[in-house]
């Protein structure tokens, strides 16, 4: 499952109370750093529901760099680009 909750941030009484996801200080969702992994097994969150509110860009520098390891997770590895020590990954 990939969540996409939009600029203010998870609301807690909806998939995030449903599937039990560990919230940070701050209530965005906890997702381990490198894999954007949740608490609970399959289940993943990058951008404003990770990090809290912030520009498009970082969400959608996140999603992209989610979405490697989601189908790392998913195929055993990935082609799709990593962003390294750069703001956006390159293709």
């Avoid at 998939?15 to 200080?25: G, P």
């Avoid at 404003?48 to 498009?56: E, H, M, V, Y």
């Avoid at 998913?74 to 390294?84: A, E, T």
Wanted: hydrophobic share 40%.
């Amino acid at each position: 499952m990939l969540l996409a909750l939009g600029f203010v941030g998870p609301e807690t009484d909806t998939v995030v109370a449903q599937y039990n996801l560990n919230l940070d200080a701050r209530g965005n969702i906890l997702a381990q750093e490198k894999s954007y992994q949740t608490s609970k097994e399959n289940v993943f969150a990058a951008g404003d529901a990770r990090r809290g509110q912030s520009l498009i860009v970082w969400a959608i520098s996140e999603g992209r760099e989610a979405a490697h390891y989601i189908d790392k997770y998913l195929m055993g590895s990935s082609n799709l680009p990593l962003k390294g020590g750069l703001d956006i990954p390159r293709v």
